[in-house]
């Protein structure tokens, strides 16, 4: 079982929660507040998810995302997540959430080496992130 728990990050312009399994710390998430605003939205934006590996691929992240989203919601904003910031993206999870019409990729153009994409969650509160998964084969 996958319970997450709010960590206090000392300011209102940040959002961290740490997830268990089983008793034991297995991932942790944090976004800050960013003042520009995106799909003119202010949003915080994911600047590190991380999961133990013998954690992964079973649905950690995703309730740390949705716990961190419905924690944006409720400061009326909006969760993102940036290509800069590649240790803290997941391009999986986004890809999926654009997918399914969840999530709203925004392309940043910029000088050659400073282009990249920017996603953003649409909807508030976020129920379910997680949807269908395939059966997974060992």
Known sequence: ??????????????IAFRAECDGSSCG???AHRKFSKVGGRVVYTVMR?????????KGVA??????????????????????????AHSIDFWK??????RAKAFPIRGADEDRYTRYLLL????MDLS???R????
Request: proline share 6%; aromatic share 4%.
């Open 28 to 30: 942790r998430i944090e």
């Open 1 to 14: 079982m996958i319970k997450t728990h709010e960590i206090d990050t000392g300011t209102r312009y940040g």
């Open 123 to 126: 909807d508030c509160p976020v």
């Open 96 to 101: 999926k959430q654009v997918a399914k019409g």
């Open 135 to 138: 059966p997974r084969f060992k």
């Open 131 to 133: 949807g269908a998964r």
């Open 49 to 57: 998810i991380d999961v133990d590996p013998e954690h992964r691929r």
């Open 62 to 87: 995703t309730k740390l995302y949705e716990a961190a989203a419905n924690e944006a919601c409720r400061r009326r904003a909006r969760l993102a997540s940036t290509e800069r910031n590649p240790g």
